[in-house]
């Protein structure tokens, strides 16, 4: 029986060095990357409204949509001269525009891939392009630090704003909302916030502190978010585009932003190779992606279906959402889980060859093992000697897990009460006291609860006068035990509270929410315009 003596396992009680969280198992199941190698940097990355299988490349002088599932081109807009910019949707998915190095913006048919508009004016390369909120304009983000808004339907200038940077303007974004509102981003630092309706169209600057290389509104639209530098800055543009908070978990520049999870998350990627998934509501970092070079361009589908990534060297990563309630993915899961035990045993079972050469059978030397003075103490079931040796005052101070580990075992082998029993008041009081500093972790709780109940008992059987401090150390006890009842109990309440306020908000947004009818009337199709049907591209 002394060969089967096991040591106290108190690696169950320690610290965990990374908290696994709802967001931490969430995205663990976004598959493994399945990678696609373009010659050049991908400088932009959209996925479609309409369709969430198909997603938009820009890299070059090529803008290709690619095939989520098949993870081919399938259809490849090509009617660049030179280097493409920015391609993005409409929101309904039939019209993609995109900007080029020669300063012109081209607006594409995704069925027919036709150029329906071709947009001339800027001096210098566009960067991004993006469509108002009722789809009727576009506005163009440009090197040659102006912003031009244009009318879709007659392909003519609404509105240009010039000399409202100092430097290229390579970030922006439309008001989810109001068609009316919208930000940009320039290199010189400076955020302004637009309204087309008033007399002065820049109504705010801002300074990030940086060159801004990202922009985007929350589905809101009271709240918009600015990347530049290693920093990403949060506004409230109802309280007067006032700064609510600042995030630097990046420590190279952040060149991306994007949505996921309905609006609930946000992503940034950087040249440092990482991803950083916050939630909206702490703007606290949840999870982080990583991969193999510099990120310069991040799309995630709708519903977190897949998460694309662009890096600076051409290569793309595509990361898709596992679904356990699908066979195959359940099958996927399932072998993964098998590899990964099978290669584990064969391991252990591992023996080098140059053993199996010398010899037909292998003896293993066996190591005694060395156990520490609790566990020399608990092998001859001496519990009050275990117990003093584990409460030492540097594990009570700085390891409480092997005392947890050791009362675990001592409640298991029905000891603690023996432990405990005829022992002086000194011991007693350190003990509680020990209770009463750690009853509230949670992964010391159930434990400590049992360990103080035995403690009653004890006291329950012998019914003698006891010293005026351990009576206040059992006071103690009991004071610590009702905080604990009280917490439990206003916790229950507020999550009560909180379960009756989100079930309230989500019916009323659904009373609220009118009936989509798909049943759309065919609209005609738009026509290519003069200037965009004269455009040639010539192949040197």
């Known amino acids: 029986m002394k060969g089967n003596f096991q040591p106290l396992n108190v690696r169950r009680f ?44 820009t890299c070059s002088v090529r803008v290709q949509i690619y095939n989520l599932v098949t993870k081919l081109v399938v259809k490849n807009l090509s009617r660049f001269q030179k280097t493409a910019f920015g391609a993005t949707f409409r929101q309904d998915g039939r019209l993609l525009a995109a900007g080029d190095e020669e300063g012109h913006v081209k607006l594409f048919d995704t069925t027919s891939r036709n150029i329906l508009r071709l947009f001339k004016g800027h001096k210098a390369p566009v960067h991004r392009t993006y469509f108002t909120a009722d789809k009727l304009q576009l506005a163009s983000f440009s090197d040659d630090k102006t912003v031009r808004l244009w009318d879709v339907a007659n392909e003519k200038v609404v509105q240009t704003y010039e000399d409202a940077h100092t430097d290229y303007i390579r970030a922006g974004s439309m008001h989810p909302q109001s068609s009316h509102m919208f930000v940009s981003g320039g290199y010189d630092g400076k955020i302004h916030l637009y309204d087309t309706r008033s007399e002065t169209a820049v109504q705010r600057t801002l300074d990030h502190g940086s060159p801004v290389e990202s922009m985007l509104f929350l589905p809101s639209g009271s709240i918009f978010i600015s990347a530049g530098g290693t920093q990403v800055r949060v506004w409230d543009l109802i309280s007067g585009c006032r700064l609510l908070t600042m995030m630097s978990q990046h420590h190279k520049t952040v060149t991306c932003l994007r949505l ?166 000194a011991v007693l009081i ?111």
């Not at 600076?312 to 993964?336: A, E, F, N, Q």
Request: aromatic share 6%; charged share 30%.
């Open 430 to 540: 350190q003990f509680i006291d020990f209770i009463c500093t750690h009853l509230g972790e949670t992964r010391f709780m159930r434990p400590l609860m049992n360990a103080a109940s035995t403690v009653l008992d004890v006291f329950e059987r012998k019914m003698v006068a006891y010293s005026r401090h351990l009576m206040e150390a059992l006071e103690r006890l009991a004071a610590a035990m009702h905080a604990e009842i009280q917490l439990t109990t206003e916790l229950l309440q507020i999550k009560g509270t909180m379960e009756m306020l989100i079930g309230a908000s989500l019916e009323s947004v659904e009373s609220r929410t009118p009936k989509v009818n798909h049943q759309e009337s065919r609209t005609s199709r738009m026509q290519p315009s003069k200037e965009a049907e004269k455009y040639v591209v010539f192949v040197e």
């Open 14 to 57: 320690q610290q965990k060095a990374q908290v696994e969280t709802p967001d931490t198992i969430y995205w663990d199941r976004l598959a493994k990357p399945e990678l696609l190698k373009e010659h050049s940097t991908i400088d932009y990355v959209d996925f479609s409204p309409s369709d969430p299988d198909n997603f938009v490349l």
């Open 260 to 425: 996921g999870s309905d609006g609930r998350r946000l992503f940034s990627g950087g040249l440092d190779r990482h991803v950083k998934i916050y939630d909206v509501s702490t703007y606290k970092t949840v999870h982080t992606l990583t991969y193999p070079n510099a990120v310069v361009s991040l799309g995630v589908a709708p519903k977190d279906q897949a998460v694309v990534a662009g890096m600076v060297d051409g290569l793309v990563s595509i990361r898709r959402m596992i679904v356990d309630s699908k066979p195959s993915h359940l099958r996927k899961i399932r072998l993964t889980h098998r590899q990964r035990q099978k290669k584990m045993e064969h391991d252990k079972l591992k023996v080098p060859d140059r053993i199996v050469k010398k010899a037909d059978h292998i003896v293993t030397e066996r190591k005694l093992q060395k156990y520490q003075p609790f566990d020399a103490h608990l092998r001859k079931f001496n519990y009050k000697k275990a117990l003093d040796a584990a409460m030492l005052p540097v594990n009570v101070n700085h390891h409480p897990e092997i005392i947890v580990a050791l009362i675990t075992e001592l409640l298991h082998r029905r000891g603690l009460d023996i432990a405990l029993t005829d022992r002086n008041d």
